[in-house]
């Protein structure tokens, strides 16, 4: 029984290892592959650059702006807002690209040292769908509302501290910065569980 049961244990280990091996060995080879160093480059940077903006847009700028006077807000969401969503949209759109071309081009290599395998790609693929989400909710809640706002910001040379049944476009104003928090929290949510999920995909 003991003896059964140390094999097992043995067969397990060398399972593990014959995977950290290959990973090894895959990793490698792509290395040496410049056209895949470019795309991996250019797709992580962009990830990267999509996650932090989107955790700073909730953690810094949603949050300061309630706490800012009527008219340092307006100066700053004229100002700096513009500029933020072309960052994010950019980046995002950058990264998806990226991604797309680097995952054709992973999945028609034919080496077994190079390809990845059954397993992996479902997690990336998993990974890769959640990325689409994000874009969309990107592209189709956060960006349309943060120019919104905007225009209304313009259109509101000196706007109420706090929104108000009287003031339509303050309380308008108000729901358009509820709306590019959510969009923002969920968006850094699902790009995290992404790029998780790709982290496996590309180890197993």
């Not at 470019?38 to 955790?55: C, P, R, S």
Request: no cysteine; net charge positive.
């Amino acid at each position: 029984m003991f003896s059964t049961e140390k094999g097992t244990m043995d067969d397990v280990v060398a399972y593990h290892n014959n995977l950290s091996i290959h990973a090894l060995s895959r990793f490698q080879h792509m290395a040496a592959d410049a056209t895949f160093l470019v795309l991996l480059v250019l797709h992580v940077g962009a990830i990267v650059a999509w996650m932090g903006g989107a955790a700073l847009f909730v953690s810094v700028i949603i949050p300061s702006l309630s706490k800012m006077s009527p008219a340092s807000r307006a100066e700053f969401i004229q100002s700096a807002l513009p500029r933020y969503l072309r960052f994010i949209t950019g980046s995002s759109i950058l990264a998806i690209i990226a991604g797309v071309i680097l995952y054709g081009y992973v999945t028609t290599q034919t080496t077994n040292s190079f390809a990845l395998t059954g397993p992996g790609l479902v997690y990336i693929q998993a990974g890769a769908v959640l990325g689409l989400v994000v874009l969309i909710i990107a592209l189709g809640i956060l960006v349309p509302a943060g120019r919104k706002f905007i225009s209304l910001t313009k259109q509101a040379p000196n706007p109420p501290a706090e929104p108000s049944a009287q003031n339509p476009m303050a309380a308008q104003m108000a729901g358009l910065q509820r709306r590019m928090g959510i969009a923002g929290r969920l968006g850094v949510a699902l790009l995290g569980i992404a790029l998780i999920l790709m982290i496996i995909g590309a180890s197993i």
